[in-house]
């Protein structure tokens, strides 16, 4: 579980196919804390440090994450947002993010604003009912707040130190996105759907 409050950027350094899953050596200064078995979140995905060296270590992710995320995008040299999993007694200052993307979004505009910007994406129309307005969206692995909520796109604004500590600086109109829709929002529907 993590707060969606990116630690650090690290630096993918390799991925190859094995089979049907890929393998990821991540470069990043958090290297030399992690221990094997230990749960990360890299651009919102919730991936498993397999092997540590120096300051790499090497995650895998199968098929199903595959299949859900923009890994398949990724490539050597690509900023990735990091964040380990909370400890008990730490403040929750974001909101509590699994790791576990529900979609994949485009980024459809970027506005500069007085300082700030405005990043808009469009997302699948089938998770409509989970987006709402002023409500909490993690968008590779960043909790940020909606708005201008339409059925199938909204709007967040990144301020000047997460667009200086994210990879939101290297995002350009038109790249895949990561998403994970609120968790309590997903049990409300479940709820609903087995009521009806």
């Known amino acids: 579980m993590c707060s969606g409050l990116n630690e650090q950027t690290g630096t993918i350094k390799s991925i190859e196919a094995h089979q049907t899953n890929l393998e990821v050596w991540v470069q990043s200064f958090l290297a030399a804390e992690l221990k094997i078995d230990q749960s990360l979140a890299h651009n919102g995905i919730c991936l498993t440090v397999v092997e540590t060296y120096n300051d790499r270590y090497k995650v895998t992710a199968v098929k199903e994450t595959i299949d859900k995320t923009n890994i398949s995008t990724w490539k050597a040299g690509d900023s990735i947002n990091l964040e380990r999993a909370l400890k008990m007694g730490d403040r929750l200052d974001g909101h509590f993010v699994q790791g576990h993307v529900d979609a994949t979004g485009i980024c459809t505009n970027i506005q500069d604003e007085s300082g700030s910007k405005l990043f808009s994406f469009e997302f699948p129309e089938q998770y409509a009912a989970l987006v709402i307005e002023k409500g909490s969206?993690?968008?590779?692995?960043?909790?940020?707040?909606?708005?201008?909520?339409?059925?199938?796109?909204?709007?967040?604004?990144?301020?000047?130190?997460?667009?200086?500590?994210?990879?939101?600086?290297?995002?350009?109109?038109?790249?895949?996105?990561?998403?994970?829709?609120?968790?309590?929002?997903?049990?409300?529907?479940?709820?609903?759907?087995?009521?009806?």
Request: net charge positive; aromatic share 12%.
């Open 137 to 196: 969206v993690c968008i590779n692995g960043v909790s940020l707040t909606a708005f201008n909520v339409r059925k199938n796109s909204f709007t967040v604004t990144i301020i000047p130190y997460t667009l200086a500590h994210t990879n939101f600086k290297n995002l350009n109109i038109g790249n895949q996105v990561n998403l994970e829709f609120d968790i309590l929002g997903k049990y409300f529907l479940r709820k609903l759907a087995l009521q009806a």
